[in-house]
């Protein structure tokens, strides 16, 4: 596989810490950048929206699911499995949720991320694989175990080998009642994490993975409770730093 020229800048928080705002300014910021969201909203993302929003899933949308696969490995069968649990309307685990991400995570990574990069473009991801890790820590599952299943799934895709670590993951951390405060001043409907206790362990899962040098070639963390205006400078200092290193 060609070796990235691009820059892969990952952006983290609880819900209403202001990264997605932040992503959108880097956009406009940034030479040659482009704006990636996850979960995304093409079949496997568009499952694990519509699940985590409570909202029915299309039949039609399952059944393009079970047609993708990317590599023969024993990863994609336990998908599909997944996938057939949501058409016969079966309980999904916390685990099988989080491995839905990572799904869609590695369907991102080929269709859209790779090629990016490759190109030379600068990819700003608005959610990514501590996501997994946090979010499913809130779920009880252990952070360890997820890593060791997110590894095991894309050592088994020759398609991506390990050019899915980011360059840069810079996590907002934010107070979970001010969070809360934003998620309701903004009318949204709250998805299944967004309630207090799950915000909690959230955010403790970050502050957790913030410490882990394995997961990215740099982290950092910033305080999401100051003005946009302030958030943007600090950003832009921590990438013009790491990019440039």
């Given at each position: 596989m060609e070796s990235r020229r691009g820059k892969f800048i990952v952006l983290e928080g609880?819900?209403?810490?202001?990264?997605?705002?932040?992503?959108?300014l880097l956009l406009e910021r940034l030479p040659n950048a482009v704006l990636n969201v996850e979960p995304t909203k093409a079949l496997f993302g568009a499952v694990i929206r519509a699940y985590i929003e409570r909202q029915p899933i299309p039949a039609e949308l399952l059944e393009q699911c079970l047609k993708y696969k990317s590599s023969e490995n024993d990863f994609w069968p336990f998908i599909h499995h997944i996938i057939n649990q949501f058409k016969l309307k079966l309980h999904i685990g916390e685990?099988?949720?989080?491995?839905?991400?990572?799904?869609?995570?590695?369907?991102?990574?080929?269709?859209?991320i790779l090629p990016a990069l490759a190109a030379g473009k600068t990819i700003i991801q608005d959610r990514y694989f501590f996501s997994t890790f946090a979010f499913g820590y809130s779920s009880g599952l252990e952070m360890d175990k997820l890593w060791k299943i997110h590894q095991e799934a894309f050592a088994a895709n020759p398609n991506i080998g390990n050019f899915w670590k980011p360059d840069l993951t810079v996590i907002f951390d934010l107070d979970t009642e001010v969070s809360m405060a934003?998620?309701?001043?903004?009318?949204?409907v709250l998805d299944i994490f967004e309630v207090p206790k799950r915000l909690e362990k959230i955010r403790e899962g970050y502050l957790q993975l913030s410490k882990r040098s394995d997961l990215s070639t740099?982290?950092?963390?910033?305080?999401?409770?100051?003005?946009?205006?302030?958030?943007t400078q600090q950003l832009e200092e921590l990438i013009k730093y790491q990019t440039t290193a």
């Open positions: 609880l819900p209403g810490c202001g990264k997605s705002t932040q992503a959108k685990i099988e949720l989080q491995i839905l991400y990572i799904a869609d995570r590695m369907y991102d990574l080929e269709m859209n934003r998620q309701n001043a903004s009318g949204k740099g982290i950092s963390v910033i305080n999401a409770d100051q003005p946009p205006e302030k958030i």
